[in-house]
């Protein structure tokens, strides 16, 4: 498991207000690690949605003391007033790439403020992970899969009502798994995606790597940054004898190792904790690093933003050192960052002649999520213009 465990939940941020005209505190679970709210007031079933909202809009935390459900109710409330934009605030997303850019950068700037506002519904948790509500789930054994067994000792904590639904969505995620069509149709070829790990539910970026030509005796492969394991399990089903899949996030390891034992593919592929490269060298290098090259928000956005490219070229500068004479580089990404104008169109072309890298081939693929065919979608002009595309990359001879 990683953080926050029980270990360090005694030292996490604590959140301060006032009951009953005494202080009160609570250690602040926060996964993306804001800091506890300032400003605290008490509410309960008597508080409607626009008195909610609008304190919530000036930066007041409310922590709950009423009923569950109606906490939910009031949440969804509250999401409605912030998600109603009204005509005159309405504007198109303009279509040059310098526009998209910065349309790009005003979208996610909304999202984290529809964020912070949504945030500041807070409620309580014992030590022993029960929620002292009146009609509250059973949310014990999401939160020992996210956090481990629970520190009686630490006393209790508090969460966000949005985060707490995080949590408990992603563990039924977890247990029924994502049907991946690229390792077989029977129930058993599912992966189980953990909580803080990126999910691999749109396939196509999958599906290249299944159907890709395998280099030439390709006998040990690495896959750089597994996340979920299903890469590694992939080119295990494809035959290679030896697969060394690597992470450095905690969360990720423990799920491609569990996913990896569970498809039955374990014996032939080692997970190892390291940021980028295993030692030694492999005649198939794979690599599938975050698509856009912005900051992330959070640690789950970590999978999908890679600030400064720091992954991709790091990946790109390595293949030289880690591959054998004749081996491969496979790099699978996203243009979505072209079509944003977060990256230009020569970028990637340059990076690969400034690594001494040639292109051996490519295969694409259009994306079937529904945010590439959605034109009220936000920056829908972008996604419906996306290609993923898997590079088959060699060393340039000296």
């Not at 309405?90 to 984290?112: E, I, V, W």
């Not at 690495?222 to 394991?229: A, H, P, V």
């Not at 905690?250 to 039955?264: E, M, T």
Request: glycine content about 6%; hydrophobic content about 45%.
């Amino acid at each position: 498991m990683s953080t926050p465990t029980p270990a360090t939940l005694s030292s996490s941020p604590t959140l301060h207000w006032t009951e009953n005209d005494q202080p009160q505190s609570a250690h602040w679970r926060s996964e993306r690690g804001a800091p506890p709210p300032k400003k605290v007031v008490l509410a309960d079933d008597t508080m409607n949605a626009d008195t909610a909202y609008r304190l919530a809009c000036e930066g007041t935390a409310l922590l709950w003391r009423g009923d569950f459900h109606n906490a939910r109710q009031l949440l969804q409330a509250m999401t409605r007033r912030i998600d109603k934009t009204p005509a005159r605030k309405q504007r198109k997303a303009p279509k040059d790439a310098g526009s998209l850019a910065d349309a790009f950068h005003l979208h996610r700037q909304a999202q984290a403020q529809r964020a912070r506002v949504l945030n500041m519904l807070l409620v309580p948790m014992a030590a022993d992970y029960s929620v002292p509500l009146r009609r509250a789930p059973k949310v014990h054994a999401a939160c020992l899969a996210a956090w481990g067994p629970a520190d009686l000792a630490a006393g209790p904590s508090v969460i966000t009502l949005r985060e707490l639904q995080g949590l408990t969505s992603a563990h039924e995620w977890r247990r029924v798994g994502i049907e991946i069509p690229a390792l077989g149709d029977a129930p058993q070829n599912r992966i189980h995606p953990h909580y803080g790990v990126f999910s691999p539910a749109r396939g196509e970026y999958i599906d290249l790597v299944a159907k890709a030509p395998l280099p030439a005796d390709t006998a040990v492969a690495f896959d750089i940054g597994t996340g979920s394991g299903v890469l590694a399990a992939v080119l295990a089903r494809r035959g290679v004898a030896q697969v060394v899949a690597t992470d450095q996030d905690p969360r990720a390891l423990a799920c491609a190792r569990a996913n990896l034992l569970q498809l039955g593919v374990a014996p032939t592929v080692q997970v190892v904790q390291t940021d980028m490269f295993p030692e030694g060298q492999a005649q198939l290098i794979v690599c599938n690093p975050p698509w856009l090259p912005a900051r992330p928000g959070s640690p789950i956005e970590h999978a999908v933003y890679d600030e400064g490219s720091r992954m991709l070229l790091a990946f790109l500068a390595g293949l030289k050192k880690h591959l054998v004479p004749g081996g491969e580089g496979w790099l699978v990404i996203s243009d979505l960052a072209e079509h944003l104008g977060l990256r230009t169109p020569t970028e990637l072309q340059d990076a690969f002649t400034q690594h001494g890298l040639q292109v051996l081939g490519r295969l694409d693929a259009k994306p079937q999520h529904p945010k590439a065919t959605d034109a009220t979608a936000a920056l829908h002009a972008a996604r419906a213009a996306e290609l993923t595309t898997l590079w088959r990359l060699a060393v340039l001879p000296l």
